[in-house]
């Protein structure tokens, strides 16, 4: 089985997907790493080199994927088809969220407490902030791991790749959520 994506395939993939990975939505620009393509179905499970069964990934999504088709859905626990983004919304598979800290010095943590109780909330994976701030939010001082490295230098790596991330800054006096 041939794998040669022609010009005019791979024209019909960038076009399609918007030169944007198809799993995680970032762009070249933003990852500084050349797309791939990527074969839904992979090649060495019979998938063919067609415009239905090939899409654009970044790097480390399409090395995360590897060959799988199936992979352990964590709500309910069984085996479930991986996403294809040929023939399904990416907003019914995925959702965007953000993993931030905050500074505690010059908050009256009392006043915080009882303004943002779950900023204190850590129990059920967070999933208090999750749902109120699309997100997870720490205090900046407190251990993010066993070897008690603070969430502000947690967060400058992806925990995947070892790669540093961007940081940006909210001011919080200024910012309120919806």
Request: aromatic share 12%; net charge negative.
């Amino acid at each position: 089985m041939s794998t040669y994506i022609s010009e005019s395939l791979r024209n019909q993939i960038i076009s399609t997907d918007l030169s944007r990975c198809c799993y995680c939505l970032t762009t070249e620009a933003n990852s500084g790493i050349p797309m791939t393509y990527d074969h839904i179905k992979p090649v060495s499970k019979n998938g063919e080199t067609s415009f239905e069964n090939l899409c654009l990934a970044c790097r480390t999504c399409n090395e995360f994927k590897g060959d799988a088709t199936e992979a352990i859905d964590p709500l309910s626990g069984e085996t479930v088809p991986i996403y294809n983004p040929r023939t399904q919304k990416w907003t019914e598979h995925f959702t965007w969220s953000f993993d931030a800290c905050w500074e505690e010095n010059g908050v009256n943590m009392n006043e915080l407490k009882l303004l943002a109780p779950t900023l204190y909330n850590f129990s059920l994976q967070r999933a208090e902030q999750k749902i109120r701030y699309k997100g997870e939010i720490f205090p900046a001082n407190y251990p993010a791991n066993e070897s008690a490295t603070p969430y502000i230098d947690f967060f400058q790596y992806d925990t995947r790749t070892n790669i540093r991330k961007g940081i940006i800054a909210i001011d919080l006096i200024r910012w309120a959520p919806s």
